[in-house]
């Protein structure tokens, strides 16, 4: 037990000086200052086990100053010893809060990186969405702003710095739109005259079959 304590180093090279072995004497004070620093016994505890030890010494048995040092000097280690543990037990605290703080900005990070992941994805899934509409778009109008097709839908260079090819391309597509409105509109003018010759045709019937009954009514007036 004497080596674990903290009066241990302490009073092993002090009591010699006051004529007193260590092993047999040193036992004493630290059984009456606990480990902590604290009288485990009553306030006087320590004040006997002096008294004691000064009774003991052939040597400084008669020395008041000396022991009276002693005494001191152990209360000054014993202060000493419960400010270190004091500062160990905060310096604990703040190790063990320091270590909370870094796993929460861990879980934060983590909680970034894994939301930035997210967003890139739905920009991948975006951008793939938008290629397949300008995919589409091609499609119906043979027409990208990347490329420059000619009038029979000829690819002719990719896109490059000169805006006016640009300016060109876009009015391909735009022509290849408006021939594609002119012949809807040929077809829905082609249906209406359609219409309009079946309509003159059943007018064209039913004013010939009028005639015929009215020319036979005619006949049979004139028989009778």
């Known amino acids: 037990m004497s080596d674990d304590h903290f009066l241990s180093e302490f009073l092993e090279s002090r009591l010699p000086e006051l004529g007193l072995d260590f092993e047999t004497y040193g036992p004493y004070v630290m059984g009456v200052v606990g480990s902590d620093g604290e009288d485990d016994q009553d306030e006087g505890s320590l004040d006997d086990i002096l008294e004691l030890l000064k009774a003991s010494s052939e040597t400084r048995s008669d020395d008041d100053d000396a022991w009276d040092n002693l005494k001191k000097e152990i209360q ?3 202060k000493k010893h ?10 604990a605290r703040q190790a063990q809060k320091q270590h909370e703080h870094d796993l929460l900005q861990k879980e934060i990070e983590l909680a970034k990186e894994q939301r930035q992941q997210q967003l890139l994805a739905e920009q991948k899934d975006g951008q793939e969405e938008m290629d397949e ?12 702003e990347s490329e420059i097709y000619d009038e029979s ?40 005259k359609d219409a309009r010759e079946q309509t003159k045709k059943a007018k064209e019937e039913k004013n010939r079959l009028k005639e015929e009954r009215r020319k036979r009514a005619t006949k049979g007036e004139r028989k009778r």
């Open 153 to 192: 839908g000829n690819l002719t260079k990719a896109k490059g710095n000169d805006e006016e090819e640009i300016v060109n391309n876009k009015e391909a597509a735009s022509k290849t739109r408006m021939e594609d409105a002119k012949k809807e509109r040929q077809k829905h003018n082609a249906s209406k």
């Open 82 to 91: 419960i400010e270190n543990q004091h500062q160990q037990e905060e310096e």
């Open 133 to 144: 509409a300008k995919k589409a778009l091609v499609a119906r109008y043979a027409y990208d």
């Open 76 to 78: 000054l280690q014993i």
